[in-house]
């Protein structure tokens, strides 16, 4: 645009001659300098009566002259627009108006308007901004010839605004807009576009770290972790059921189980999320992004599906029946020793290990084995002599995971040369077939036997460490000079093996040192009572016997029936018992067995005020005849 300036001088006549002209083009400039030189006071130039005003009463300059601008604009265009000035002489101005005056003549052409319609089709993109408002930009529209573009957006249910000459608008996500362009001066032009401004889309392309999620038995707990997310932190997701109705999962004290947003980790704490035992349930897993980083915060499935599986743990009840005991090395095909633990109850399809390291089960003494073997023998390469050691049981499942101890049990190395015996040589003098053998250092649980040969001549089970003694029968001495060499065996519930006594390597000789036969000529004044079994071979009774009192006898169980393995036979009422050593429970096995094999002893008594329980440890279930004898006291 252009700007002119046209010098005017006002003339004596009151009638507003035209001293001046300018041809002007819609926006150019026209400076009007009007001079007035009255030679008298104060010279004040003023404009009046015209259209459009230019301002105030100005005084002239030392030039003689004052200064009146005006722009044109597109209104005036094709048009003739009159500036009227007048002169005068001193303040006030209006009580000193003179008749110097004059008028401007400007002519304003058509120029260039806008007179042509926009052109193209209204488009719309927007800025993935990550906000819940981004930036709408407007293109595909052209302003028409000596036009001026102006668009607005007006958003869904609200009064629109006014036209600015720019073509980008702030939006906020998810709401509906109404966007309009239009020429500045030619606005029946206007073109108008609606849209609704997207969120930014979710990443729903995870997945999960662990397909079939085992849930604890007893609380139902769980963790899933969810992989492959893309980075920003902006994600949420979210467990659904796989199957109608279609619905969220909620944790325990939160309405629904989430990860978190940021989080990759879904922590289930609530029961009955997880089904019941041999259950199955499939999840799906849902996903979200967050309003303020653009998304809609709408939870959506994710794609392709990441599924998963929850099933309950199978409850776990092992017991360790023998958590403590002392065994010894008759394992000769491994190199250290090997012992045996009982472990009853073990979980269906789950695998046991056992070793020495409370950490882990990395380098097992003994390797996983099916639920099926109760008894584990457990070798073992360095195991101290005479001093308890600790071992770990270890369960797994089928496809060996969910790795858990189950729990720990000591034992204790021993040797066979503990045992000492009272005497290096019994006698049995006369008749005489039984005696007392006292052992030293015998261990409570264990069991001890006392053979001539393959013949069995008396055991026992010690009820505490220390020394114990073996009633002994001898009956193969008839005559005097016979000798017999006895020896000691011992049985360990957890020895490698359970049912097997082995030698110790102990013995000691009896001799018969007088006649098996009545003697010609007894002392006459002898008496007293002598008792010998059918054939005469042996004495039972006679006065040097030492008789216990039996207090009570009988069946267990009463009737009929047995007791089973690992069983007890609750407690037996035997008024007057007391659990010292002089009084004596003995028992003997319906069903027992071989005495090779010792397995038909296997078996301990607990004695307490007037009554008994006696527990089976053997491998079948058993029934006893039982008597109590009060032998002391």
Not at 386 to 394: E, F, G, M, R, S
Not at 447 to 470: E, H, K, V
Not at 490 to 517: D, F, M, P
């Amino acid at each position: 645009m252009a700007t002119y300036t046209l010098s005017s001088t006002l003339v004596n006549n009151p009638s507003y001659a035209q001293i001046g002209s300018q041809n002007l083009a819609p926006g150019d400039t026209i400076v009007n300098r009007i001079y007035y030189t009255s030679g008298t006071g104060v010279s004040i130039v003023s404009e009046t009566g015209g259209s459009p005003a230019l301002g105030v009463n100005q005084a002239t300059n030392s030039s003689g002259y004052a200064t009146f601008s005006y722009t044109t604009t597109t209104a005036d265009a094709n048009s003739s627009l009159y500036f009227y000035f007048w002169g005068a002489n001193g303040n006030p101005y209006w009580n000193n108006i003179t008749n110097f005056r004059g008028k401007v003549l400007v002519n304003v052409s058509a120029g260039n308007v806008c007179s042509v319609a926009s052109s193209g089709n209204l488009a719309v993109a927007y800025a993935t901004t990550t906000a819940a408002t981004t930036t709408a930009t407007l293109s595909g529209i052209t302003a028409g010839t000596n036009c001026t573009l102006q668009t607005r957006a007006t958003a869904a249910g609200t009064t629109a605004g006014s036209f600015s000459n720019t073509t980008t608008h702030t939006v906020t996500r998810g709401v509906t807009y109404y966007f309009e362009a239009s020429n500045t001066t030619f606005p029946v032009t206007k073109q108008a576009l609606t849209s609704t401004v997207p969120y930014l889309a979710t990443d729903l392309a995870v997945g999960v770290g662990t397909a079939n999620v085992v849930g604890a038995n007893d609380t139902g707990a769980w963790t899933q972790t969810v992989t492959g997310i893309a980075a920003g932190g902006w994600y949420n997701y979210r467990v659904y059921t796989s199957v109608s109705p279609i619905r969220a999962l909620s944790e325990e004290n939160f309405p629904f189980l989430n990860t978190r947003v940021g989080d990759v980790t879904i922590v289930n704490d609530k029961d009955s999320n997880t089904p019941g035992v041999g259950e199955t349930v499939t999840y799906n897993l849902w996903g979200a992004r967050t309003r303020t980083s653009g998304g809609s915060g709408i939870f959506d499935i994710t794609n392709p599906v990441a599924s998963f599986t929850v099933t309950r743990a199978v409850g776990h009840s092992e017991v360790i029946n023998d958590a403590s005991g002392s065994y010894y090395d008759n394992d000769t095909g491994t190199s250290g020793a090997s012992h045996s633990v009982y472990i009853s109850q073990l979980t269906n399809s789950w695998e046991y290990a056992i070793g020495d390291v409370s950490a882990n089960i990395n380098s097992p003494l003994l390797d996983w084995q099916a639920h099926t073997v109760e008894v584990k023998v457990v070798p073992d390469s360095s195991p101290p002599a005479d001093t308890a050691k600790t071992y770990y049981i270890w369960r797994r499942d089928s496809s060996g995971n969910n790795v858990a101890q189950v729990g720990t049990y000591t034992r204790i190395l021993r040797n066979y040369n503990r045992f000492s015996f009272q005497l290096d040589e019994v006698p049995l003098s006369g008749t005489d077939t039984e005696f007392t053998q006292t052992i030293a250092n015998g261990i409570a649980g264990h069991f001890y036997y006392i053979y001539n040969g393959n013949n069995l001549r008396g055991w026992a089970s010690p009820q505490s460490d220390g020394t114990f003694t073996i009633n002994v029968t001898e009956s193969a001495l008839p005559n005097t000079g016979n000798t017999a060499t006895h020896t000691l065996y011992s049985l360990s519930a957890q020895n490698s093996s359970r049912t097997q006594h082995y030698n110790t390597a102990k013995t000691y000789t009896v001799i018969r040192t007088g006649s098996g036969e009545t003697e010609e000529g007894a002392d006459s004044s002898a008496y007293g009572l002598e008792v010998f079994n059918s054939d005469e071979s042996a004495k039972l009774y006679d006065t040097t016997s030492r008789v216990g009192r039996i207090m009570k006898s009988g069946r267990i169980p009463s009737g009929s029936g047995t007791v089973a393995v690992g069983g007890n036979s609750g407690p037996i009422s035997v008024p007057g018992l007391e659990n010292t050593t002089d009084y004596q429970v003995i028992y003997l096995p319906e069903d027992g067995g071989v005495a090779a094999t010792g397995s038909g002893y296997r078996a301990t008594v607990a004695k307490s005020t007037n009554s008994f329980t006696i527990t089976n440890f053997g491998t079948v279930a058993t029934a006893w005849k039982y008597y109590v004898i009060k032998s002391g006291g």
